[in-house]
T-cell receptor, first 112, second 112 residues
């Protein structure tokens, strides 16, 4: 079973910020939140990850709530090329027995 | 550095046959994980290999197997193919202690 819950789809206007939510209410203390995206059946691409602090890189920002039970991926200025399926997963760097469970992700549509 | 390479990219088989897919990880990565992606089920974890040992396994029948060689290259095998095995098979490499996954472009299998 997936450890994360995401809405199946979202729309966002081009040029606006896209905010993609993810619930991970059973996350444990040593698990990181990772975000990937997959564009039209290519291999998924890493976006960003974090443990408990907010993170930002050249692609996106990741906001993790204080209780770590949910997070939001922010694409600050969405373009048509950001149309993709976005996956949120939790993954431990300590537990070697964890299965890597992706779930079905959020299909993000960027509207021109 | 070179990315993750999967071969073959496309293949067609008939029911009852077997297939072997190959994955060459990024140099220095010791972990290779495999995934099956179908339209209805999304990305599903098959198994993970680390230093030639299977470390995790998803919920797939025994017809799905894999191995990893001393150079970290990995193969997966599906025996007695069924129509439902038609899918995109993705592999990902990582350092092995959690961390970012780097995906290949996948092998698209069609079973007739």
């Amino acid at each position: 079973d997936a450890k994360t819950t995401q809405p199946p789809s979202m729309d966002c206007a081009e040029g606006r910020a896209a905010n993609l939510p993810c619930n991970h209410s059973t996350i444990s203390g040593n698990e990181y939140v990772y975000w990937y995206r997959q564009i039209h059946s290519q291999g998924p691409q890493y976006i960003i990850h974090g443990l408990k602090n907010n993170e930002t890189n050249e692609m996106a920002s990741l906001i993790i709530t204080e209780d770590r039970k949910s997070s939001t991926l922010i694409l600050p200025h969405a373009t048509l090329r950001d149309t993709a399926v976005y996956y949120c997963i939790v993954r431990s760097t300590m537990n070697r027995d964890d299965k890597i469970i992706f779930g079905k992700g959020t299909r993000l549509h960027i509207l021109p | 550095k070179a990315g993750v390479t999967q071969t073959p990219r496309y293949l067609i088989k008939t029911r009852g046959q077997q297939v072997t897919l190959s994955c060459s990880p990024i140099s220095g990565h010791r972990s290779v994980s495999w995934y099956q992606q179908t339209p209805g089920q999304g990305l599903q974890f098959l198994f993970e290999y680390f230093s030639e040992t299977q470390r995790n396994k998803g919920n797939f029948p025994g017809r799905f197997s894999g191995r990893q060689f001393s150079n970290s290259r990995s193969e997966m095998n599906v025996s007695t193919l069924e129509l439902g095995d038609s899918a995109l098979y993705l592999c990902a490499s990582s350092t092995g202690m959690g961390g970012e996954l780097f995906f290949g472009e996948g092998s698209r299998l069609t079973v007739l």
